[in-house]
RNA sequence: GCCGGUGUAGCUCAGCUGGUAGAGCAGCUGACUUGUAAUCAGCAGGUCGUCCGUUCGAGUCGGAUCACCGGCUCCA
């Protein structure tokens, strides 16, 4: 248990969790569990969850209860209620909830029948605890009440209410029950609680910061891309952007032909029967943008995979091509509901740094494992930590049991082999086939995938896809469709709010800005930065008539990486000063040795 | 798409209970020629998201719509 902290939970020697009072004096006590424990922090939230339901239904006691677990940083409660939440009822509910601490009421457990469970709740009108009883296997449950309130409830919890120190509701939303759209439309409200004031005060100044790192602001701020009304989810890419991703593009490009990949382009717009046939207009027609040309029905790619087929197919294919794995940085355009839209993380426009692997069952799993390394190559470049999750077949899918039972496995044995910890989400598949994700995280800690792979045996049939093997004969190929940095705008807003803005020598759009102190110091500074942009350094210069405090405002508020200062001094020494950003002044440089330093940091790609 | 919120100058925001808009920063112009995160002064800039309605009169009230923000669902 960390130092300072309450002890609030115990862990037995089973590895089981329980209430305070449950396991002291059992004998069985291995660890005293507190708020600095990632279990412990769950039930603290948990029970405030507990805390705020009560504060909910003291005020509305018509709302109905349905779940409120504690979540990564916080928790929340789902209600059903006549009335909508606004911002005011929540400070209520905060003091209602303040008083139920006050009152420093103990969490009690109940363990009871089903039978008696469902008398309780049907007492109540619980009508969500019903159905969720209902599906309990069970024959006995436990209860956790807190003065007047109960709720159905595995635990465990806080010995009582006085144990919360300081919390905060922070939002109200909707949200279907159990996630389903055809479920009726809960009211969730969000909150988090602390031991102290002091931590909660530090927890809401660590989320303001954080906002500050948003994509979507310093997108706006150092001029990389903008959005606009005319176009919801069609992001403009400006100059700095552009230099940005085409800079990030160069290194995609030689680090895939390192690889041995092949680039392609396919067109944007294709026939509808091509998507007939890819099984994209009876699976994901509702996502896809048409069009009509020359009374001939189009429609506007969601993805790159029926295109790039037809490129392999253009003429007879070798064994000896095998793997074929063929790149494009595929626009693709998908019709994305109105309320998911956000920044460049979710466009309905995007690039794609999409691949097609055309091979024979052998090489299935040395791709993988080569994908799964090239993803890991472009992360670790950035620092990225990154989650992997493998997701199997949905509802909606194409394809024989067998071709997914094999996909799958594939997918399974080459994460395995890596040694690589991933999470497996049944039914999250794509619908031709199941796939390895790799998640990136936000500013908010939010998790957005990025690469993809996945492992297809059903397009290779539906176009009838084929091979001359060794033998003579056909053969039929198996597909691997697969992205790394996942969509370059959304891999840009990663970047973006992962370095708040700061970009890598490297990828800075401005590498080097100039600053002369005054006027006559102009051609000595023209000299200098003439000599860095010949040797392909992105170089700017500040010839404004402001003082030099408020150029290297203006060009640390930009986040350019060197700033070279051209006094006096440096004209007669035949010298440059160098500021770096967010370090200071690091004193006077000869030209080669300055141009040296900067293009070894470039070479190295170094991430700060 | 659904739930809740927001929408005033390029940006950040003010504008009380309805009487046709204001600040700081940025921009432009001028003066200052400046040594490691903001020199001073002046000027210009808005059909208050859009449409409809209530009213003698709407940034302010009502409705619709669009976009954005936070969630749900979905996904790269």
Redesign the pocket.
Known sequence: MEQGRKAIAILTVEDQIVDLNLGEGTGKVKKYLSFGDEKGREIYWHSTSHIMAQAVKRLFPEARLAIGPAIEEGFYYDFDLPE????EDLSKIEEEMRRIIQADIPFERLEVSKEEAEKIFGERGETYKLEILRELEEGVVSLYRQGEFIDLCRGPHLPSTGYVGAFKLL??????WR???SNP?L??I?GISFESEEELKRYLERIEEAKKR?H??LG?ELDLFS?H?EG??FPFFHPKGMVVVNTLLDLWRKEHMKRGYQEIRTPIILEKSLWERSGHWEHYRENMYFTKIDEREFAIKPMNCPGGILVFQSRLRSYRELPLRLAELGVVH?H????????L????C?T?DDAHIYMEPKHIKSEIIGVIDLAGFFYRLFNFEYEIELSTR?EKSLGSDEMWEIATRALQEALEEIGLPYRVNEG?G?FYGP?I?FHLRDC?G???????IQLDFAMPEKFDLSYIGEDGAKHRPVMLHR?VL??I??FLGILIEHFAGALPLWLAPVQVVILP????HMPYAREVGDILLQKGIRVEWNE???????K??KA??EKVPY?L???????EGKTI?V?KR?E??LGSFGMGTFLEKIQKEIEEKVAV
Not at 84 to 87: A, C, F, I
Not at 171 to 176: I, L, N, P, R
Not at 345 to 348: A, E, L, Q, S, W
Not at 544 to 550: C, H, I, P, Q, R
Request: net charge positive; hydrophobic share 30%; glycine share 12%.
């Open positions: 909508t939440l606004s911002e939002s109200v939303s909707g949200a279907y996630g389903k759209e439309m009211q969730r969000y948003d979507r602001r706006k959005l009304e919801p989810g998908r994305e509901l109105s309320g998911v839209l956000h920044g993380m979710r466009v309905r995007f794609q949905p999250e794509a796939k994700d908010l939010r998790r957005w995938q990025c690469g993809t992205t996942g969509s705008e959304r102190v005054a006027e006559r404004e008539k402001a003082t030099l405090g408020a290297i405002r640390e508020l700033l200062i051209i006094g006096d001094r440096e004209v000063s500021r967010k200071g002044d």
